[in-house]
């Protein structure tokens, strides 16, 4: 059998593991064309998902190709790749960076919360929230930090100083940009007593926004992800509250 070259990459990685390795080495020897398709890499829209990503067809004769994290559903019709472990939350995969381990994702159902024309929101949950091993979310994000006031909505010289911008909602509904996010200490440095804050990573482009005017153009343009290749079964497997466990299902002999 052939061995592919990703198996090069995966052993030379340094968290690369014996049971990762023997994960690919299913995975690969049961790559055959057959009616499940083969596991090599492919095309989504423009992008190419190879190892640890994989595309899932959603078939039920479908053989897995992965672990469960790194997932991808495919729409073929529109070319956009879309994060599996998420489907229900919905980050969408603008770019993949395999060298650094790093992807770039925008989380569309903020931006729909937004923009409802019949329940305008502010986000409801923190993005870190869908997010856990293995993926990180990057510090090289800015903190984009939504506030849902209903207690005491904050006065005109404070909404000046923190550089409030008042969301389409309204009803003292504000967001405001932060510095580099920092997935612990949030909490502390943006509480605002009365409001309810939620926070979202976002990149910003080199001489971008430097406030929260545009606070859909900038979650439109996405957040940095990173990623790391588990050592061992059960710590992928507390990731996600809907991933299936690994003898199950993902990995069919
Ligand atoms: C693909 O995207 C289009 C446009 O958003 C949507 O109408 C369609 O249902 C999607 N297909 C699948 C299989 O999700
Ligand atoms: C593919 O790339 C082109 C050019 O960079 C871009 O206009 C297009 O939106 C991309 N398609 C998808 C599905 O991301
Ligand atoms: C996608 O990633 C590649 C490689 O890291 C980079 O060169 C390119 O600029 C990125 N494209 C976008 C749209 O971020
Ligand atoms: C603020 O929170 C309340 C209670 O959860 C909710 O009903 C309301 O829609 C939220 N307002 C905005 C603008 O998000
Ligand atoms: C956020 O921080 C917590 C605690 O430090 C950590 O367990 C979690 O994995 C982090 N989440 C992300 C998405 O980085
Ligand atoms: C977001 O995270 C912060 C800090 O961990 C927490 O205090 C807050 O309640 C969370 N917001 C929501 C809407 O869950
Ligand atoms: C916010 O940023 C925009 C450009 O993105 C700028 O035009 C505007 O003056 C800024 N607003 C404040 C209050 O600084």
Redesign the pocket.
């Known amino acids: 059998m052939a061995i592919p070259s990703f198996l090069f990459l995966s052993v030379s990685a340094s968290v690369a593991s014996a049971w990762w390795l023997s994960v690919m080495l299913v995975a690969a020897a049961s790559g055959g064309g057959e009616d499940g398709g083969d596991c090599s890499p492919k095309k989504c829209g423009n992008l190419t998902i190879s190892p640890p990503f994989w595309i899932s067809q959603r078939r039920q004769t479908d053989r897995a190709c992965g672990i469960r994290d790194f997932m991808v559903d495919c729409n073929v019709s529109t070319g956009v790749a879309t994060l599996a472990s998420s489907t229900k939350n919905g980050f969408r995969i603008f770019n993949l960076s395999y060298g650094e381990r790093s992807l770039l994702v925008m989380d569309a159902h903020k931006v729909d919360d937004l923009t409802s024309p019949t329940n305008c929101h502010t986000p409801t949950w923190n993005t870190s929230a869908k997010l856990g091993f293995p993926f990180k979310i990057s510090p090289a994000n800015r903190n984009l930090v939504f506030y849902n006031c209903t207690a005491k909505p904050p006065d005109a010289a404070e909404r000046r100083e923190l ?1 409030l911008v008042e969301t389409i909602c309204l009803h003292n509904s504000f967001a405001r940009l932060g510095g580099s996010y920092n997935n612990r200490s949030n909490m502390d440095e943006y509480s605002l007593e009365g409001c309810i804050a939620t926070f979202l990573p976002v990149l910003l482009k080199p001489g971008g ?3 929260a ?2 606070y859909l153009d900038l979650i439109r343009g996405g957040f940095l992800m990173t990623w790391e290749l588990p050592s061992h079964p059960s710590e992928a497997s507390e990731a996600s509250e809907e991933s299936v466990g690994y003898g199950d299902h993902l990995i069919i002999v």
């Open positions: 550089e926004a430097t406030n005017t545009g």
